[in-house]
C-alpha cells in the first residue's frame, strides 16, 4: 500500500491560492476518484475540489478558513492498490545537472498530470487508469521510467546545477519537480537553505513559499535595531486577532485601486421623485405574482436611457486611448455579500422586459450569495447598477468597475416633504448618483443621461410602450 498526496490544482486564469471553505470528508472515510473532498473559494467563486486518488483519508492538511496555494498538499490517501500500480512520480533522487529548458519543464509538467499529480481542472477529475499514449522518452536518461512498467508513466526528474554559497555547505537538494525548481529560481530562493518536508525527502512548493515568505535575519548577530523602524511595526493596542484578505477580496481591493489611480471620474446626483411609480409597481404584477423589484424597474429604464447614451455603456481598451463601444449592454448588478461585494452580469440585458429582469435579478443575487457564481459570470459587463438603498443609505460616491466608464447608483426610498405645485406633499424619494469617467465625456452628457432616466422613473407611464 501507499500514501498518495492530492496537490491543489491549477484552478485556472491566474488564481494562485484558494480559501478552504469547509472539509466534505474526514480522516478515516474512504473516497473514490472525483468524489468532492472539499470546498475552496477564489477570487472567483466558491468550487468543489474532486479527489483524484481512491483510497483512505490518512491526513487532511489546513483548517477550514486556511489560504492553500496552488500546488501545496491538500489531503493524503493510502491506495490500497498494488504497490507498482500506486508509486508515485519521483523516481531516484536527482543527481546535479544542468538547469531544464523551458521545453523541458513543460514536457515535465505533462508529465506531472499524467502521473496523477493532482494538477487537474476543477470537475474534470482525472480519470480511471493511466494515461493513453506513447511513453515520450526521458531527457539524459535520469529518473525515467522502469522498462516495462505498466504502471502510470513516472515523472522524469532532473536535477538543478548545485548552488556553491561559501557559508552553506554542499549537498544535492531534492527538488524534483521543475516546477517547484522554477519557482525558486524567480523567487530568489536558495534550495540549500530551504527545509525540505516532502514525504521522500524533497523539496515541495509550499517549502519555497515558506522560505520566501520566512522573514530576512538582520546582517549580524547584536545589530541593534533602528528605534524609528522598530516603532514602525508598533501596535498601539493589543492585536485581538489578524484577518488575512480573502482571494476576492484581494481582487476587488485591486480593480479599485486601479480605478482609483487611472479614472479621473467625475459624479453628477439629482433627487428623483419616485411617488408615481411606487404606487404603480404592485399593479405592475400577473395574478398570483409578486410585482417586480425596484432595481429591476431601475434596470428597465438605465437600458432604455443607454440607448440615447451608449458612450457610458462602453469600456477601455487595455491600452486606456481608446474605448469600445457596443451594440447592447451587459449590465452588471452590485450584490453585497458575505464575502464582499460581487458584480454579476447579466448578458444582453438591452433585450430583457422588465418581468425577466426581475427574474434574473433575484436568481443572480441568491446564487452570489450563495458563493456560487461561476467565474465566466463575473466578466464581461459594460455598464454596473448599484441599489445601495438596500444597505440603508442615501447616496454613495462610488468607484467605477473598471475597465467600465460609469456606474448608476439609488440610495434608499424616503417619505419626504417634496413641493408639488406649489404645496407641501409628503413624497417617495431617493437620490441617484451617476459616477463616469471624465476622458470619455463631459458633464453635460453624463447629467443628459441622468435626466433621461429620471424623467421615465418620474412618469414611468410615458415609457410604457418600450419597456
Not at 494538477?119 to 522498462?147: C, E
Not at 481591493?253 to 408615481?276: F, N
Not at 451617476?434 to 463631459?442: A, E, N
Request: aromatic fraction near 4%.
Amino acid at each position: 500500500m501507499s500514501t498518495r498526496v492530492f496537490n491543489l490544482p491549477d484552478l485556472g486564469e491566474g488564481l494562485t491560492e484558494a480559501a478552504l471553505v469547509r472539509w466534505m470528508v474526514s480522516v478515516g472515510d474512504t473516497v473514490s476518484i472525483d468524489q468532492p473532498i472539499a470546498e475552496v473559494e477564489t477570487a472567483k467563486s466558491i468550487v468543489e475540489l474532486p479527489s483524484p486518488y481512491a483510497g483512505v483519508v490518512v491526513q487532511l492538511h489546513g483548517a477550514e478558513g486556511d489560504a492553500l496555494l496552488t500546488g501545496s498538499p491538500v489531503l493524503e490517501v493510502l491506495d490500497e492498490r498494488a504497490p507498482e500500480a500506486a508509486e508515485p512520480a519521483g523516481g531516484s533522487p536527482e543527481s546535479p545537472g544542468a538547469p531544464p529548458s523551458p521545453d523541458e519543464e513543460r514536457e515535465a509538467y505533462r508529465h506531472e498530470e499524467r502521473a496523477g499529480s493532482g494538477n487537474v481542472l476543477i470537475g474534470y477529475g482525472t480519470g480511471r487508469g493511466p494515461a493513453k499514449g506513447r511513453r515520450r522518452r526521458a531527457r539524459g536518461g535520469i529518473g525515467g521510467a522502469r522498462s516495462g512498467a505498466t504502471s502510470t508513466p513516472a515523472l522524469v526528474h532532473e536535477a538543478p546545477a548545485p548552488v556553491r554559497i561559501s557559508d552553506a555547505p554542499r549537498r544535492t537538494v531534492a527538488v524534483r519537480s521543475p516546477i517547484v525548481r522554477r519557482l525558486a529560481r524567480e523567487l530568489g530562493v536558495d534550495p540549500h537553505r530551504v527545509r525540505a518536508t516532502g514525504s521522500d525527502g524533497a523539496i515541495t512548493r509550499a517549502d519555497v513559499l515558506r522560505a520566501a515568505d520566512a522573514p530576512r535575519a538582520d546582517a549580524s548577530e547584536g545589530t541593534q535595531q533602528d528605534p524609528v523602524t522598530a516603532g514602525a511595526h508598533t501596535s498601539p493596542l493589543p492585536v485581538a486577532r489578524v484577518e488575512h484578505f480573502s482571494p476576492l477580496r484581494r481582487v476587488v481591493s485591486e480593480t479599485l485601486s486601479r480605478s482609483r489611480a487611472e479614472i479621473p471620474e467625475a459624479t453628477v446626483w439629482v433627487d428623483v421623485d419616485l411617488t408615481e411609480l411606487w404606487e404603480l409597481r404592485p399593479l405592475m404584477a400577473a395574478d398570483g405574482e409578486r410585482p417586480p423589484s425596484l432595481t429591476a424597474i431601475l434596470a428597465r429604464y438605465t437600458l432604455l436611457a443607454l440607448q440615447q447614451y451608449p458612450i457610458l455603456a462602453s469600456r477601455l481598451t487595455p491600452t486606456g486611448d481608446a474605448i469600445e463601444i457596443y451594440e447592447g449592454v451587459n449590465l452588471g448588478i452590485a450584490v453585497d455579500t458575505s464575502r464582499g461585494l460581487m458584480v454579476p452580469v447579466m448578458r444582453d440585458a438591452h433585450a430583457m422586459s422588465i418581468a425577466e429582469l426581475d427574474r434574473e435579478l433575484r436568481s443572480l443575487s441568491a446564487t452570489a450569495r450563495d458563493g456560487r457564481t461561476p467565474p465566466e459570470q463575473l466578466r464581461g459587463s459594460t455598464f454596473t447598477l448599484n441599489n445601495y438603498g438596500g444597505l440603508g443609505v442615501d447616496g454613495s460616491a462610488a468607484i467605477i468597475n473598471h475597465p467600465e466608464v460609469a456606474m448608476l447608483g439609488i440610495g434608499r426610498v424616503l417619505e419626504r416633504a417634496w413641493v408639488v405645485d406649489g404645496r407641501v406633499q409628503a413624497r417617495r424619494i431617493a437620490q441617484l448618483s451617476l459616477v463616469f469617467d471624465h476622458r470619455v465625456c463631459d458633464g453635460g452628457y453624463a447629467a443628459g443621461f441622468l435626466r433621461a432616466v429620471t424623467d421615465m422613473l418620474e412618469h414611468p407611464l410615458r415609457a410604457y410602450s418600450r419597456v
